[in-house]
């Protein structure tokens, strides 16, 4: 999908809803993963067409590959007991996910591995009980059929699906190992993103995302990232005012005046 120019303005703030079609490009993906390496001090490695980020303890990698853009997940994040070890979870992103998804999928991560790794890797010590989520009945319907559950949007462009291991719908992509699926559909488009979790991926991750997808309000976003144009007339972008800058004070026209005292200092 061509993008819009982000430079023809000066960038501005907008608000774009609904949020799940504010797409942003792989290529964003690309440099949001290269600033989020330096500022979680993740390494980095990378070669003609792929970034790999590796986590300070190396037991979680994320993957960019360019040339999968348009045949499958180009950004892979995976989980494994350690380096060498087979990958023990997965998340996958396709298409032009909103980058803030991204970075709400990333951050979450990166925070939680920091803070105990194990919970990250194994799921130990894992939050009982299931995770509420605050839906806007008015936005998005629930629904149970055919082994899958979740949530589909009012228009019907996007959905939030999950898919229990004893499920008998058919496998989501072909893989049995995936138990979460969050996508955007448009009539007018077709397949426009998704993100898939499989069955040990953390539940923090999912829910991070399904809420993220879920909220009712507007992306704020700013103009500096490209905006691909066949998603433009199926949101709505507002432009939001610049704060004004605060007013000059008009300079005293002489030399400030030390202020007199109310009353002269007694003497004896």
């Known amino acids: 999908m061509p993008d819009t120019p982000a430079q ?28 989020f390496a330096e500022e979680a001090g993740w ?46 979870w997965r998340t996958s992103v396709s298409g032009a996910v909103p980058v803030e998804f991204v970075s709400t999928l990333l951050g979450t991560l990166a925070a939680e591995l920091e803070a105990d ?25 629930h629904f149970e059929a055919s082994g899958l559950s979740g949530f589909i949007s009012r228009d019907g462009q996007a959905a939030v699906i999950g898919r229990p291991p004893d499920s008998a719908a058919p496998p989501i992509h072909g893989d049995a190992s995936i138990a979460w699926h969050v996508a955007a559909s448009p ?12 069955q040990k991926a953390p539940d ?3 829910h991070a ?6 909220d009712p309000r507007p992306i704020l976003r700013s103009t500096a990232f490209p905006f691909p144009k ?19 004070r008009p300079s005293p026209s002489g030399p400030a005046r030390s202020p007199e005292p109310k009353c002269a200092p007694k003497t004896r």
């Open 187 to 198: 009539d007018d488009l077709g397949h426009l993103w998704d993100i898939s979790f499989t």
């Open 117 to 141: 790794p194990d919970h990250v890797v194994y799921g130990i010590g894992a939050e009982p009980g299931q995770f509420e989520l605050l839906v806007d009945i008015d936005a998005w319907n």
């Open 43 to 88: 390494s980095t490695q990378t070669d003609n067409s792929s970034l790999t980020v590796t986590s300070p303890c190396r037991r979680v990698t994320i993957r960019h590959d360019q040339t999968a853009v348009g045949r499958g997940p180009h950004l892979v994040v995976s989980g494994r007991s350690e380096e060498d070890a087979s990958e023990r």
């Open 230 to 248: 066949a998603v433009v007339p199926l949101v709505t972008i507002t432009h939001v005012p610049s704060p004004r800058p605060p007013a000059a």
């Open 8 to 35: 023809d303005h000066a960038p501005q703030k907008v608000l774009i809803s609904p949020r799940y079609l504010a797409a942003s490009l792989p290529t964003t993906h690309h440099d949001f993963l290269d600033v």
């Open 209 to 214: 995302v399904v809420a993220k997808t879920l």
């Open 204 to 206: 923090f991750l999912m």
